[in-house]
C-alpha cells in the first residue's frame, strides 16, 4: 500500500520568511496529493491540492510542487504570519482508495 | 448542511467493553473513512468505504470493524476496548473527482479514553 513520509517533524520560523515542507511517497499510481492545516482543538481542513497532470498550484501566499518521476510533492508559505502556525499534512491517493498522511509538520511562526 | 458529523465528541471506556462511534454526512458522498490521530503520528486510516455496501482496511483495522448500509452512515465499532485504542477519532468523507479522491471533508472529531 501507499507509504508517505513528511520532512520536516517540527519547523521554526520567523514572521516573514518562507517555510517549506517536503513529502515522498511509494505508490507510483497515486495521483492525488492534497496539504491539510489543523489549528490546534480543530479538525483538518484542506489548504491545497494538486493532481499528478500539474508540476505546479498556487494560491496567493501557498503553493505545492510535484516531481511525479521523485515521487515527491512540497509546500511553500511565503511571507510567513503567525495564523499560519499549526500541523500540517501532506497525503497521497489514487483513484478508489482512500488518502493516507504523513505524520504532520508543526509549524511554529514568531514575531 | 450539517456536513459531517460524530458522536459522541467524548467517551471514556473501560477494557474490554464495546462502543460504536457514529458518523453521517449530507452531502451524499460516496467516499467515507474513519482515522485515528495520536501524537506523533500523524493521521492513520483505519478502514475506508467508496459507495453504500463496499468496505476496506486502511493502515490499522484491527480491533475495529465498520459497514455501510447507506450512503449517509458510517459506523466505526470497536469490539472490545484496550487501552492502545485511546486516541482521537476523525470520520471524513469525499466525493471522487475524475480519476482522484477528492477533497476530505472531516467530522469534529471524537475523543476516546480507554482505562
Known amino acids: 500500500g501507499e507509504n508517505v513520509e513528511q520532512h520536516p517533524s517540527t519547523l521554526s520560523v520567523q514572521e516573514g520568511d518562507s517555510a517549506v515542507i517536503k513529502c515522498t511517497y511509494s505508490?507510483?499510481?497515486?495521483?492525488?496529493f492534497p496539504w491539510y492545516k489543523q489549528e490546534l482543538g480543530k479538525r483538518p481542513q484542506l489548504i491545497i491540492d494538486?493532481?499528478?497532470?500539474?508540476g505546479e498550484k498556487k494560491d496567493q501566499r501557498i503553493a505545492v510542487t510535484l516531481n511525479k518521476t521523485a515521487k515527491h510533492f512540497s509546500l511553500h508559505i511565503t511571507e510567513t504570519q503567525p495564523e499560519d502556525s499549526a500541523v500540517y499534512f501532506c497525503?497521497?491517493?489514487?483513484?478508489?482508495?482512500?488518502?493516507?498522511f504523513g505524520k504532520g509538520t508543526t509549524l511554529s511562526v514568531s514575531s | 448542511n450539517a456536513g459531517v458529523t460524530q458522536t459522541p465528541k467524548f467517551q471514556v471506556l473501560k477494557t474490554g467493553q464495546s462502543m460504536t462511534l457514529q458518523c453521517a454526512q449530507d452531502m451524499n458522498h460516496e467516499y467515507m473513512s474513519w482515522y485515528r490521530q495520536d501524537p506523533g503520528m500523524g493521521l492513520r486510516l483505519i478502514h475506508y468505504?467508496?459507495?453504500?455496501?463496499?468496505?476496506d482496511q486502511g493502515e490499522v483495522p484491527n480491533g475495529y470493524n465498520v459497514s455501510r448500509s447507506t450512503t449517509e452512515d458510517f459506523p466505526l465499532r470497536l469490539l472490545s476496548a484496550a487501552p492502545s485504542q485511546t486516541s482521537v477519532y476523525f470520520c471524513?468523507?469525499?466525493?471522487?473527482?475524475?480519476?482522484?479522491?477528492?477533497?476530505?471533508?472531516f467530522g469534529e472529531g471524537s475523543r476516546l479514553t480507554v482505562l
Open positions: 471524513a468523507s469525499s466525493y471522487p473527482q475524475g480519476l482522484s479522491t477528492g477533497e476530505l471533508f
Open positions: 497525503a497521497a491517493s489514487q483513484a478508489g482508495t482512500a488518502l493516507i
Open positions: 494538486i493532481r499528478s497532470n500539474v
Open positions: 505508490d507510483s499510481a497515486s495521483n492525488y
Open positions: 468505504s467508496v459507495g453504500a455496501g463496499i468496505t
